[in-house]
């Protein structure tokens, strides 16, 4: 479309936009590109992280140019949100989806072909109707924003059947200039993008993936649920978060055992009913401090910006997957903690999982490539951002100084010898026993199996004795990761053709010091180094922010929407930094543009001049008032608030010393229930958390759970009895024999 103006002028446009609609004083990045080749009619292709402002890249464009602007969002459950949120800042903004009556839906049309509308959000299969369309060719149209563009994929990990039809927006509305925008697309998947959406030709803007204020941390799984408890309790009190994992059931469990240890904890996975999913989403979006627990089935698609961390308790599927879900965390800008917890277990059962799919060999061969490129981030000796970076094709020289292995940096150390040990211990065995077995005869534990099988008299039989289990376990781990043994049928493991140079002494293998640090150290470390950690403000801002928080919090239940859709939590951080004493001064701030400047200035500035003189005491905070709405609304739900299985505490919390439950990952199934055998396992439990204090070892080095279970079905009343006990090898038998019988008979003879 001609245009009379010059480029110089667009942008200065879009700057007083931005100003008065949003309150913001610049562009970030490559968005003014966008919004100036948007705005002159262009089509384009934006990829850009989660959080990096895609937004207003069709937002800004959608108000400068003549007509409505129509953005494409696969998720209908949030346009409500958006639409509200925009409307906050005084945008005309609407939505059309399934969830409308008909009279909404008409009251919407006509305002759209009255030229009443900037923006209006519409559902792809909304869209694709022949009556949308039709409408749409009648009405004055700004431009098509197609939001979360990677759906048009196969190749992506969110195919959606619709978007693959989006095809018909070039053929019916060839002038309208198109913006595809995406946070993931690989090549093949921004391949797809152009091609379906006819985008070839089209400028594409690819801003660095890197999200700097994201934390990103990974440890060993030792007890899922205690860490945690203990990550939360010591970094993200009263924040909000999620937590993936895997199955519906470690959902269900993870949510309810949050619950009894006070965190403000929702479930949220495929299989609850619509309501109870609606109250998840609900609470997340409009409450404060809300932690969901879920599976992938959550998240896309939510805008929250103030997430403070994402927390994985199962591994991820590919490396796109993990970027997108700990992307989740942190939009705002603010410091937040991307967080995982993983094991041999998991390692094990993802591959076993990906080689007995279904799945053509060539889908499989990308989703094996792609889980190998994740599992080599979770084994990373070196700075995980330039991993995660260099993975989406950015190369950074600088280790981050925000990782974990920045921040403290693990001890590396030539493993081939050990390494040769675990693959012949395998090869020796016929390529078919699980890590424990293979342990075993590393560490020379004549197990029955071991001994049935004949597998004492291997030369391999206790040549790794120097080592104790846990080392051998993360050995094993590390070497399928890699892809030197791989997982096949019944959890066998098999020496791979990648092996071979390890085995034969050509290439060395450099692997990681899973820490023999006590937990506590490494912990109190993480977190004198950490910068992310409560209230995103200073002690002396505290007060302030907190009273600004309640009052957005309220005033959101009022008008029923979102609180970040009142000021984002960045915006009250800079009110509370700069503490305005009048509207000019509010007005300057981030975030405020006109219209809510007119709304809430007031409010505002009231709060700020409450607090200039005295600091009050912390409000009464909205965690605590949901973590009793949950509980009961968990109760219905479940039938039950408190079941045994979840280990209520019955001490004051003590994050730093508490153990694990009993089930290591949420693959392992839940304690038989006999009376005696919880009993005793509760005592070995006990014994075991002595210990570790007494030792400083971490509870798997003192005595695994398979082990403790062992014991507890076994029953031994004497030293001589725990001899061919899985996982009582000579040397725990001679450090803790003793007191683990003793603690097993205190139990039997009452
Ligand atoms: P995305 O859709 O890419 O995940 P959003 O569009 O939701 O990201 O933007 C993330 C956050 O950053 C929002 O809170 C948004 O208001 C803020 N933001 C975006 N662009 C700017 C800017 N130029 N100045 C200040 N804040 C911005
Ligand atoms: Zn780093």
Known sequence: MPSVQSPADTDARALEVLGRVWGYGQFRDVQADIVRTVVEGNNALVLMPTGGGKSLCYQVPSLLRPGVGIVVSPLIALMKDQVDALRQFGVRAAFLNSSLDMQSVREVESALLAGELDMLYVAPERLLLPRTLD?????????????????????GHDFRPEYGQLGVLPQRFPDIPRVALTATADDRTRADILNVLELR?????????????????????????????????????????????LSRKSVEQTAQWLVTQRVDAVPYHAGLSPRERNH???????????????????????????????????????????????????????????????????????KRMLSQ??????????????????????????????????????????????CDICLNPPKVRDATREAQMALSAAIRTGNRFGAAHLTDILLGQPTEKVVAMGHHLLPTFG??????????????????????????????????????????????LMLRED????????????????????APVDSQDAPLFEALRAWRLQLAR??????????????????????????????????????????????VLEIVREHSGSERARPASAAERGVRENSAVLGLLRGAEERTSFQP???????????????????????PPSPVHTEIAEALRELRRELTRETSHSAFVIFPNATLEALAAACPRTVEELQGLPGMGPKRIENYGERIVDAIRTVLDG
């Not at 000019?584 to 007119?598: E, I, N």
């Not at 003590?654 to 199934?669: A, F, H, I, K, W």
Request: net charge neutral; hydrophobic share 35%.
């Open 135 to 155: 409408l749409l060719e009648r009405a004055p149209v700004a431009l098509f924003a197609i939001d979360e563009a990677h759906c048009v994929s196969q190749w």
């Open 201 to 245: 030709g089209a400028a594409q803007f690819i801003s660095s993936f890197d999200r700097p204020n994201i934390q990103y941390r990974v440890a060993n799984k030792e007890g899922p649920k205690t860490q945690l408890l203990d990550f939360i309790h010591a970094e993200h009190r009263g924040d909000a978060g999620i937590v993936y994992c």
């Open 280 to 350: 998840a989403q609900e609470r997340f979006l409009n409450d404060e401090g809300v932690v969901v627990v879920a599976t992938v089935a959550f998240g896309m698609g939510i805008d929250k910006p103030n997430v403070r961390f994402v927390a994985h308790l199962d591994l991820p599927k590919s490396m796109e997957g993990y970027y997108q879900e700990t992307g989740r965390a942190g939009r705002d800008g603010l410091p937040s903690t991307a967080w995982m917890v993983y094991g041999l277990a998991d390692v094990v059962n993802v």
């Open 357 to 402: 799919s279904d799945a053509p060999d060539d889908v499989k061969r990308v989703e094996a490539a792609k889980l190998d490129a994740l599992l080599t981030y979770c084994e990373a000796a070196t700075c995980r951002r330039q991993l995660l970076l260099s993975y989406f094709g950015e190369e950074r020289n600088e280790p981050c100084g925000n």
């Open 463 to 508: 040549v790794g004795k120097g080592h104790d289990d846990k080392m051998w376990r993360g050995l094993i781990r590390q070497l399928v990761s890699l892809g030197h043994l791989a997982a096949g049928e019944h959890y066998g493991l098999s020496a791979t053709g990648k092996s071979r140079p390890l085995l034969k002494g050509e290439t060395t």
């Open 515 to 534: 820490s023999l640090i006590p937990r506590e150290k490494v912990r109190k470390r993480d977190r004198d180094a950490s910068r992310s950690g409560r």
């Open 558 to 603: 009022q008008k029923a929407v979102p609180p970040y859709a009142i000021f984002s939590d960045a915006t009250l951080k800079a009110i509370c930094e700069l503490r305005p004493g009048s509207a000019a001064m509010l007005g300057t701030v981030s975030g405020v543009g006109q219209r809510k400047l007119a709304d809430y200035g007031e409010d």
């Open 649 to 671: 505490m019955r001490e004051p919390v003590q994050p730093r010393t508490s153990q694990p439950l009993l089930s290591v990952s949420s693959s392992e199934p839940e304690a």
